[in-house]
């Protein structure tokens, strides 16, 4: 019932003029590899990537207080519903939720590790590429729909500033829109979305 849009910055087959866009530079902490290993490409890194699923624990949704960062302001049995789902959609609808009943299923003993040491079980997905998985999908017609080769350039506020209101996007070639939403969801991953959130905004500001 929702009508969804997604801008995806590559295509749907990796290319190099896309992976281009993954480069960038580190100031302070080293670090030589902010290209290798991420993927602009329809489905993203799970192209290439194995399929992990693990739920968002305590220390991520707890507080920050040395970064001044307060807790998610998101009921923790409200994310658990949500994380549920999320293992359906991925064809993992039936899988095992504890990790202890796991064990056991194998007929092993919990490892007793040192109390430094958190021991955590992922789940695999049966098919790890997002692209493949959602394929029927995304060519249905209906929602969610996609746009290749979207980069955004620019994000533009509400008038009152509190909200994102409209997307700046353009093409490797040159073309650009502009895609206004009701909401919008930044999912491109954790180094592409700080550097999205520190561009400058589609006003310059």
Excluded at 82 to 94: D, N, S
Excluded at 133 to 155: D, F, I, K, M, Y
Aim: proline letters at 5%.
């Amino acid at each position: 019932g929702v009508d969804v849009l997604v801008l995806e910055g590559g295509g749907a087959q990796l290319e190099a003029s896309s992976q281009e866009l993954q480069q960038g530079e580190s100031l302070g902490h080293p670090f030589e590899s902010i290209g290798i290993g991420r993927y602009r490409v329809l489905g993203g890194s799970t192209v290439y990537w194995g399929g992990q699923v693990i739920a968002f624990d305590e220390f991520v949704r707890g507080p920050r207080p040395w970064a001044g960062h307060d807790a998610w302001p998101v009921d923790p049995q409200e994310l658990a519903a949500c994380f549920v789902e999320a293992l359906r959609l991925l064809g993992l609808g039936a899988v095992e939720l504890a990790d202890g009943a796991v064990w056991q299923g194998m007929g092993l003993p919990e490892p007793k590790l040192s109390a430094e040491t958190e021991l955590l079980l992922t789940r695999w997905v049966p098919v790890r590429n997002l692209a493949r998985h959602l394929r029927s999908e995304l060519r249905a017609g209906g929602s969610p729909r996609v746009l290749l080769h979207a980069n955004v350039t620019g994000l533009e506020l509400s008038d009152d500033g509190r909200r994102v209101a409209a997307l700046h996007v353009r093409t490797r070639g040159g073309r650009s829109a502009r895609v206004e939403a009701p909401h919008v969801v930044l999912a491109n991953g954790t180094l592409e979305i700080a550097r999205l959130l520190l561009h400058p905004l589609a006003d310059g500001r």
